[in-house]
Every structure is written in C-alpha cells, then in structure tokens.
C-alpha cells in the first residue's frame, strides 16, 4: 500500500471507516477533513448501527495530523468549514469539563499543553482553564512551542503551569530549533512562583546517549 486512503462500507449495519497514510498514518488535512466526514455521514445515517475505526498498515494506529503540514504552518489549524474559533473552544471546554469529574476521582491534575491548533498561544490555553474552571484543569508549559513572542507568552501560561516541558536542540532540531534562554525562563518561573516538576524534551538529531547528559546538564546550570 502506497497511497492514502479513507473508505466506508455497510455490512449488516455496521459501519466500517478504514483509513491509511504511507506516513505511519500521520494524516495531511485532507485526509483528516475526509474521515471527519466519512464519520458525520455515518452518524446521520440511520442504517449504520456500529461505527468501527480501521487503520491500515503495519505501524501506529493513527500518529495524528502531519507534522511536516502543521510546521509548514507554523502550528496554525485550518478551522473546520462552517465553523468557528468559538465552537471549536466550547466543544474542547465541555470535554474537559467531563474529563475533569473523571480525574477528580482519580486524584489526577491534567496539564493542558501549548501545541498548536486553538492551544498555539497562551491565551488559547488560559482561555479553556478559565471556561472550565477546575482545580484539575492546569497547563503545560511547553518552552519549545511558542514560535513568537516567546517570552511575553510564557510569563503569561507560567501562573498556570503544572508541569513544564523544557525543550533542547542538540544537533539541531528534527523539526525546527530554538534559541532558548533557559535562565531567562527560571526566572519567569520562579517569579510566578512555579515549584513543580521540569521535564526535558529533547529533540535534537543528536544521539540521545550523549544529546540527553548535555541536556540535563544546561537544565541543571539554568533551574539549579
């Protein structure tokens, strides 16, 4: 198999989307936009039953949308046609507003991640914190993902934060690289009073044996 596809058949009233990208299934929005709609027909269909989601291939089920898209786009989403910014916003608050109840049971704070899409910028994040409104609704402070005004973004998510994800660059990025002033952001941490945890995400080409010990060890210098 070599080409992306999404097919729909009916059997006995069950419906069953398969869908393939050669990419490990890391979807182009044109094959996003054709299983989302693939799976809205399905849904008004009153033959179909049971919806059954299908990868193909022998590697993930689905890596999600492309990286290489989204980077051409600087993390910027296409809106879904016919909707809005807003409606995309109330149906992430009310799923977090569900998830929440769940992780109140569970004793789990979820860290909600600057990554693109509607959570691109902090005032993307807040915004769903806010609307939600939860103790077990914080923010994940990803120091890799603000592509401008990275600074002024960060102290604005810092208050916010339950886990902080320090990006490096060893070797270059896969992706993109970032000129990050680490001590520059402890200080925007220790100001907002941040006492959590700093998680490394290195994602540099560098071999992970020696890109991860120079990596902890810049952290270490820069949060002490």
């Known amino acids: 198999m070599s080409d992306a596809y999404v097919r729909s058949t009916l059997n006995n009233g069950i419906r069953r989307i398969e869908f393939f990208h050669p990419q490990s299934n890391s979807l182009p929005g044109k094959i996003l936009r054709e299983l ?57 608050n009310d799923s977090f507003a569900e998830l929440c109840k769940r992780a109140e049971k569970l004793g789990v704070v979820m860290g909600l991640e600057n990554h693109w899409g509607l959570g691109r910028e902090a005032s993307g994040v807040i915004r ?26 960060m102290e604005a998510l810092a208050p916010y934060a339950v886990l902080v994800q320090a990006k490096t660059y060893p070797g270059g990025g896969e992706w993109y690289s970032l000129e990050i002033d680490n001590s520059r952001v402890a200080e925007i941490l220790r100001k907002a009073g941040y006492r959590g945890y700093i998680s490394l995400e290195m994602e540099g080409k560098e071999d992970p044996a020696t890109a991860i010990p120079k990596s902890l060890a810049m952290l270490r210098k820069a949060f002490g």
Not at 52 to 77: H, P
């Open 36 to 92: 989302a709609q693939a799976i809205q027909t399905a849904g008004n269909d009153s033959d179909t039953r049971v919806i059954i989601l299908q990868s193909q291939g022998e590697k993930a089920f689905c890596a999600g949308a492309s990286f290489d898209e989204l980077m051409a786009n600087k993390g910027i989403e296409p809106r879904l046609p016919g909707h809005t910014d807003d409606e995309g916003f109330n149906w992430v």
């Open 128 to 153: 769903v914190i806010k609307a939600v409104n939860s103790p077990w609704l914080r923010a994940t402070l990803d120091t890799g993902n603000f592509l401008e005004n990275m600074y002024p973004q």
